[in-house]
């Protein structure tokens, strides 16, 4: 396996640790409890125990796919966190229904056969913080209601058939990750570039061709990947990330030369061009990327790297210059 592959590998398993290492009790010691919590116990097995029958699952228990936490003051415990994945037997539309849960903050529908579009019900889900309905069938937009959702932390919709991503994802200023890896989309909005905290963006495996000016306001953003879509140019707000750690770009439709804007990319660890059809010489002003480690340029037409590139850490002799 190359290394630059080993270290993005290795990136993604460290931001998994840090984005999914809290226990139940941790998410559930930051519910502040309320007076009137709107929820009951019983009212919200009910409802799950309908869904589940519904679904298809009547194997499943409510007890070991919920979590029930204290959210009244008065010790109330109702549904908080739902973890219901890999579980191909479930099939059907998300159900309109979960938007009944007030007082859940995790959703995980990851890796099941939900079909069908998202319900905008899910907006009504106001104190949800983490929205995981990866690998799924589900097809159309996402829906503007998600824009309500405005403590979500994390939206991963990756492989599913979406086909577009709403201006009200804007008002979802608390969000730190956002993956929307192998669909359909064809633009972003430009109210993207509100997502102040944004540290990982995959819109990889899309059908992308530019992306807007925005994304430059994305000041805190580590990762991006941009893989596999249909960019003929690298955008020109991709360099004013200045805190980039991980750029992929590979398998598009990039041609010509590098910018020599790619010297403001300073906290950059890992770069994947590869599969494009750039050319040329790689920028000298590369050598001033001290962090870089692995860069990738298979596959062009003819890119390679100068001969005073040599002294870096990601230098290999065949990137050189003929």
């Given amino acids: 396996m190359p290394s630059f592959y080993r270290s993005v590998i290795l990136f993604f398993l460290l931001c998994l640790v840090a984005a999914c290492g809290q226990t139940d009790q941790d998410r559930n010691a930051q519910i502040e409890p309320v007076d009137n919590p709107g929820c009951s116990a019983d009212g919200d097995r009910a409802l799950l125990e309908t869904l589940l029958a519904q679904w298809g699952g009547p194997d499943l228990m409510v007890d070991d796919i919920a979590t029930f936490g204290v959210v009244g003051t008065d010790g109330t415990r109702c549904i908080t966190e739902i973890v219901l994945t890999q579980s191909e037997q479930l099939t059907g539309p998300i159900l309109a229904e979960l938007g009944q849960l007030a007082q859940l903050r995790v959703l995980d529908l990851r890796f099941n056969g939900f079909g069908g579009a998202i319900p905008p019900e899910l907006g009504r889900l106001t104190k949800l913080r983490y929205l995981d309905l990866s690998g799924n069938r589900l097809t ?44 359909n989309v064809t633009d972003v909005p430009p109210e993207l570039g509100d997502l102040a905290q944004l540290e990982m963006l995959d819109l990889s495996w899309n059908e992308l061709t530019d992306l807007p000016p925005e994304v430059a306001q994305l000041t805190q953003l580590k990762e991006l990947s941009l893989q596999g879509n249909y960019l003929t140019d690298l955008p020109p707000p991709v360099w004013q990330l200045s805190q980039l750690v991980v750029l992929n770009v590979s398998e598009n439709a990039l041609s010509g030369s590098v910018p020599p804007e790619v010297e403001q990319l300073t906290q950059l660890e890992a770069l994947d061009l590869g599969y494009n059809d750039l050319e040329g010489e790689l920028p000298t002003t590369m050598r001033d990327l001290v962090k870089l480690r692995d860069l990738s340029l298979v ?3 003819g890119l390679c790297a100068p001969a005073n590139l040599s002294v870096t850490d990601w230098f290999d002799e065949s990137m050189a210059c003929e």
């Fill in 140 to 183: 159309g937009p996402v829906p503007s209601n998600l824009g309500q959702l405005t403590q979500l932390e994390e939206l991963h919709l990756a492989f599913n058939e979406l086909n577009s991503l709403p201006p009200e994802v804007g008002q979802l200023t608390q969000m730190t990750r956002l993956d929307l890896e192998g669909n």
């Fill in 299 to 301: 596959n062009n037409n």
